[in-house]
């Protein structure tokens, strides 16, 4: 299984762009790299997945490094409402073909005012 | 994204009672669901996977008489907590995948205090 390894903690100033990273240096050619949050006493949300090219939607954008070692998630304009525990996963398939999300302790972004 | 609902939110039982939590992918159908459970302050713990029509897969250390899991349809999913006892009480969090779907989307989790 490729494991990632994140930050325990981050603080952002509100209104600036929150840059979260991930290192994944055992990642196999055919795992995409996924990202999630959740806030407080909440269950986890979707934020944004990929392979090797960059990806962008109205939550946020993915930059994966050219080797797929490392990946960045970026929060373009961090409002309070993103203080929340970011989990940076790497998709593991399993002989049985059930692809499961594991999660690890993520990093937890405060957003400061 | 996708809704995933889950219910209920919050319960409270008695020692030795069974709470049943429900998980209903809203608007796509559910070919694969996660049950998970999360400690105060801890990442979220994977404890079964199933796939509809099947019997769930429980990861290593959870036992499959104690957390009953039943997925028997595409939108639908139910975790059975079996004459729970004080320490069953945590954060229990259901997830749904849709056949040809990388990405999995969750519920709002369900509080689980036994007393």
């Known amino acids: 299984d490729a494991k990632t390894t994140q930050p325990t903690s981050m603080d952002c100033a509100e209104g600036r762009a929150a840059n979260l990273p991930c290192n994944h240096s055992?990642?196999?050619?055919?795992?995409?790299v996924y990202w999630y949050r959740q806030i407080h006493s909440q269950g986890p949300q979707y934020i944004i997945h990929?392979?090797?090219n960059n990806e962008t939607n109205e939550m946020a954008s993915l930059i994966i490094t050219e080797d797929r070692k490392s990946s960045t998630l970026i929060l373009p304009h961090a409002t309070l409402r993103d203080t929340a525990v970011y989990y940076c996963i790497v998709r593991v398939k399993e002989k049985t073909s059930y692809d499961k999300v594991i999660f690890g302790p993520g990093t937890s972004l405060s957003v400061i005012p | 994204g996708a809704v995933v609902s889950q219910h209920p939110s919050r319960v409270i039982c008695k020692s030795g009672t069974s709470v049943k939590i429900e998980c209903r992918s809203l608007d796509f159908q559910a070919t694969t669901m996660f049950w998970y459970r999360q400690f105060p302050k801890k990442s979220l713990m994977l404890m079964a996977t199933s796939n509809e029509g099947s019997k769930a897969t429980y990861e290593q250390g959870v036992e499959k008489d104690k957390f009953l899991i039943n997925h028997a349809s595409l939108t639908l999913s139910t975790l059975t907590v079996t004459s729970a006892h004080p320490e069953d009480s945590s954060f229990y969090i259901c997830?749904?995948?849709?056949?040809?779907?990388?990405?999995?989307?969750f519920g709002q989790g369900t509080r689980l205090t036994v007393v």
């Open positions: 055992t990642i196999s050619g055919n795992e995409y």
């Open positions: 997830s749904a995948r849709g056949q040809g779907r990388t990405e999995a989307f």
């Open positions: 990929g392979l090797k």
